[in-house]
């Protein structure tokens, strides 16, 4: 039985218990109460002599307010199984309800251990076959061993930037802001990608003008760039991208490549996560999953859409700040 089933059912237990203290205690009082109420005339003797009634009708008060006591009494626990019955039912539901948002951040998690185990794994499983494969060759130069070498430092240089990236995406405090210029975290972030963008021949269209955002300038920068680097990536050579803003709160990041497929769109965000198409493109498909957790840290949100009319094909990102 998984974790989650046997919390589900131990909660499930507690919340009937306590639901069913409230109402035994409640159908308690009320009996008690009720029964009080009905057995009052007769055991107190002096109310049916000030009424000057037959003895005979207080026997048959009696008899009757007995039958009534244990009507009463039947009434109420017939209640109560009901209610058994019924809060079984809602302590399961809420029970689920409660331990939801729980089972699915813990398996959230296990994914993302499992996936980041996988994604270190790779490179170093790499690294360790060619450095194996090296040393069986008994004809290796120089040249050979200074190739391998420098084959291990990129390796290590893919490892380190996981690595900074996996602890950024662990972060959970909010980020400092202050004013800023928003046009400074767009140069800033163009500056990093134009080698890259260059060697495509992609043009780089920078719409964005001079405004202030209470933000941080870095993380911004890091987001912007995120998106022009997904850009490049999956633009054409020789295509342009456009960075602009359609209100002060938001920037934009359009390329023109081939979109997204709408089966991969709710999808892009999320951690590891890379579309069918770039399975084999470098990276770990956690740049976009970054971007959205910065974006959670600054208090503003990130989205993705296909461009459509005259900017079509291709895809747009956007980071809107509050």
Same mark, same amino acid.
């Not at 002096?46 to 009494?73: C, G, H, P």
């Not at 999956?234 to 081939?258: A, C, L, M, Q, W």
């Given at each position: 039985?998984?974790?989650?089933? +046997?919390?589900?059912?131990?909660?499930?237990?507690?919340?009937?218990?306590?639901?069913?203290?409230?109402?035994?205690?409640?159908?308690?009082?009320?009996?008690?109460?009720? =029964?009080?109420?009905?057995?009052?005339?007769?055991?107190?003797?002096?109310?049916?002599?000030?009424?000057?009634?037959?003895?005979?009708?207080?026997?048959?008060?009696?008899?009757?307010?007995?039958?009534?006591?244990?009507?009463?009494?039947?009434?109420?626990?017939?209640?109560?199984?009901?209610?058994?019955?019924?809060?079984?039912?809602?302590?399961?539901?809420?029970?689920?309800?409660?331990?939801?948002?729980?089972?699915?951040?813990?398996?959230?998690?296990?994914?993302? =251990?499992?996936?980041?185990?996988?994604?270190?794994?790779? #490179?170093?499983?790499?690294?360790?076959?060619?450095?194996?494969?090296?040393?069986?060759?008994?004809?290796? +130069?120089?040249?050979?061993?200074?190739?391998?070498?420098?084959?291990? &430092?990129?390796?290590?240089?893919?490892?380190?930037?996981?690595?900074?990236?996996? &602890?950024?995406? @662990?972060?959970?405090?909010?980020?400092?802001?202050?004013?800023?210029? =928003?046009?400074?975290?767009?140069?800033?972030?163009?500056?990093?990608?134009?080698?890259?963008?260059?060697?495509?021949?992609?043009?780089?269209?920078?719409?964005?003008?001079?405004?202030?955002?209470?933000?941080?300038?870095?993380?911004?920068?890091?987001?912007?760039?995120?998106?022009?680097?997904?850009?490049?990536?999956?633009? #054409?050579? @020789?295509?342009?991208?456009?960075?602009?803003?359609?209100?002060?709160?938001?920037?934009?990041?359009?390329?023109?490549?081939?979109?997204?497929?709408?089966?991969?769109?709710?999808?892009?965000?999320?951690?590891?996560?890379?579309?069918?198409?770039?399975?084999?493109?470098?990276?770990?498909?956690?740049?976009?999953?970054?971007?959205?957790?910065?974006?959670?840290?600054?208090?503003? +949100?990130?989205?993705?859409?296909?461009?459509?009319?005259?900017?079509?094909?291709?895809?747009?990102?956007?980071?809107?700040?509050?």
């Amino acid at each position: 039985m998984k974790i989650f089933d +046997k919390a589900t059912l131990k909660l499930t237990a507690i919340y009937t218990i306590v639901i069913m203290v409230i109402s035994i205690s409640f159908s308690v009082c009320l009996g008690a109460v009720t =029964v009080g109420e009905i057995k009052r005339p007769y055991e107190v003797p002096s109310i049916f002599r000030e009424l000057r009634v037959d003895e005979n009708f207080t026997k048959v008060y009696k008899s009757r307010a007995n039958d009534v006591e244990s009507k009463v009494w039947t009434s109420l626990i017939l209640v109560n199984v009901n209610m058994l019955i019924i809060g079984l039912a809602l302590s399961y539901l809420l029970a689920r309800w409660t331990l939801k948002p729980i089972e699915r951040a813990m398996d959230d998690e296990t994914r993302f =251990v499992s996936d980041a185990s996988h994604e270190l794994r790779t #490179p170093l499983a790499t690294m360790r076959m060619e450095n194996e494969i090296l040393l069986r060759d008994k004809d290796a +130069k120089k040249d050979d061993y200074r190739e391998q070498l420098q084959s291990n &430092l990129e390796e290590i240089d893919k490892l380190r930037h996981l690595t900074d990236t996996l &602890l950024k995406l @662990s972060g959970s405090s909010e980020l400092e802001k202050e004013p800023v210029d =928003v046009s400074n975290a767009v140069h800033a972030a163009i500056n990093r990608i134009s080698h890259t963008a260059e060697a495509k021949n992609i043009a780089i269209d920078n719409q964005v003008g001079h405004f202030i955002l209470t933000t941080n300038e870095d993380a911004l920068s890091e987001i912007i760039y995120i998106y022009l680097d997904n850009a490049v990536k999956y633009s #054409p050579s @020789s295509s342009t991208i456009e960075i602009f803003s359609n209100d002060k709160n938001s920037i934009s990041v359009r390329d023109h490549g081939s979109g997204i497929t709408s089966k991969d769109l709710p999808n892009i965000f999320n951690r590891f996560y890379r579309a069918d198409e770039s399975r084999n493109s470098e990276g770990f498909g956690l740049g976009l999953s970054l971007a959205s957790r910065m974006a959670e840290q600054l208090g503003g +949100k990130v989205s993705a859409a296909n461009n459509s009319g005259k900017y079509a094909p291709g895809a747009t990102f956007t980071i809107k700040l509050k």
